[in-house]
């Protein structure tokens, strides 16, 4: 089964306000990424948080990891039109060596 | 030029048929995969190599087979395809070195099997 589950399915909300996206994840991680995807377009890495990191920040995304309930979120302040895409979590186990398991993904949509 | 390239973009085919899909990259990684993608599934990986010999399976993998050519070409082959493998399907690479773990994907290939 996925190891990432994200939260919610989907988001509408108003361009200008902020949008948050959870994930949950199963077993111990060494790091927990964010993709976004373009309708029908490859994924494109925004973010990676690392197992021993709490928060990371990049521009208007802000990135929290709890380890202790399995879950991260993701934090897109002052948003655009622009932003209209899916988000997708992936989680890489302890072992290095093992794949990256990629959550089903929330679908955000900015209205203007 | 795009450093994951996929061929074909598009491609229908009918229930039996054998169909390779091809991906390159000029990234110069040693990892590549192979996922398909399906409407409120999210992506599942199918194969993933982490070097020209070595292959791996993935969630999904019964129907399916890969060949790594070189480290820049990693195709995957439908023997007969049915048409529950309908879907799209990406190409990634990524590299494992000190704090990078990005994976980097293709345009995709969406497949319509009739």
């Known amino acids: 089964s996925q190891q990432g589950e994200e939260d919610p399915q989907a988001l509408s909300i108003q361009e200008g306000e902020n949008a948050t996206m959870n994930c949950s994840y199963k077993?111990?991680?060494?790091?927990l990424q964010w993709y976004r995807q373009n309708s029908g377009r490859g994924l494109v890495h925004l973010i990676l948080?690392?197992?021993?990191?709490r928060e990371k920040h990049s521009g208007r995304l802000r990135v929290t990891l709890d380890t202790s309930k399995k879950s991260s979120s993701l934090l897109i302040t002052a948003s655009r039109a622009a932003d209209t895409a899916s988000y997708f979590c992936?989680?890489?186990?302890?072992?290095?060596?093992?794949?990256?398991?990629f959550g089903k993904g929330t679908r955000l949509h900015i209205l203007p | 030029d795009a450093d994951v390239t996929q061929t074909p973009r598009n491609r229908i085919t009918k229930t039996g048929k054998r169909i390779m899909l091809e991906c390159s990259q000029t990234?110069?990684?040693?990892?590549m995969y192979w996922y398909r993608q399906d409407p409120g599934l999210g992506l599942r990986l199918i194969y993933y190599s982490f070097d020209v010999k070595d292959i791996n399976k993935g969630e999904i993998s019964d129907g399916y087979s890969v060949s790594r050519q070189a480290q820049a070409k990693f195709s995957l082959s439908l023997e007969s395809a049915i048409p529950n493998q309908t879907a799209l399907y990406f190409c990634a690479t990524s590299v494992l070195s000190g704090s990078s773990d990005t994976q980097y994907f293709g345009p995709g290939t969406r497949l319509t099997v009739l």
């Open positions: 077993t111990s991680i060494n790091n």
């Open positions: 948080i690392r197992s021993n990191e």
């Open positions: 990234k110069g990684h040693d990892r």
């Open positions: 992936a989680s890489r186990s302890m072992n290095r060596d093992d794949k990256i398991i």
